[in-house]
């Protein structure tokens, strides 16, 4: 049997980095939705009352979520208000990218056309002392994995 080398640990999820069309985007805390889901339609056939065959109908992406501590940068805040105000359909292209243990690049998820449907802020608390975070909630046309 022949020597196999084999990641003696799983890569963490706390570091990752984000990219808009080649360019970081800045430090985001936390990134959630990178998900997609094979839909299937179910058909009988007449007489097989055993099973009923699954097809593949289609492909559903989540919706991906941004957050971050609130900065004055107003790049993603301007490029929202835009899309609400009607004066652009503007896509982005959007890149999550796993570093390893030493920062480098290890896995890449390139997400087609990208387009902002909510942002919201964190509670004002006068009681706290936490920090405030700006979430961002974009759809898309799918992704890819690559190396």
């Avoid at 971050?68 to 301007?78: A, E, H, K, P, S």
């Avoid at 480098?104 to 909510?118: F, G, S, T």
């Avoid at 009681?127 to 759809?139: A, F, K, P, Q, Y």
Wanted: with cysteine; net charge negative; hydrophobic share 35%.
């Amino acid at each position: 049997m022949a020597n196999r080398t084999v990641d003696a640990f799983p890569y963490v999820s706390f570091r990752f980095r984000i990219e808009f069309d080649n360019v970081i985007a800045g430090g985001f805390t936390e990134c959630s939705g990178l998900q997609v889901e094979t839909e299937v339609e179910e058909h009988r056939e007449g007489g097989l009352n055993e099973f009923s065959h699954k097809l593949p109908k289609g492909a559903k992406y989540g919706t991906i979520t941004l957050k971050r501590g609130f900065i004055d940068g107003t790049d993603l805040w301007d490029w929202n208000q835009k899309v609400i105000a009607g004066q652009t359909q503007q896509r982005k292209n959007l890149s999550i990218i796993l570093l390893d243990g030493t920062g480098n690049d290890k896995i890449r998820w390139d997400v087609r056309d990208a387009l902002p449907v909510k942002w919201s802020s964190s509670e004002f608390k006068s009681d706290g002392n936490t920090v405030m975070v700006e979430t961002l909630e974009l759809v898309h046309h799918g992704f890819v994995r690559g190396a």
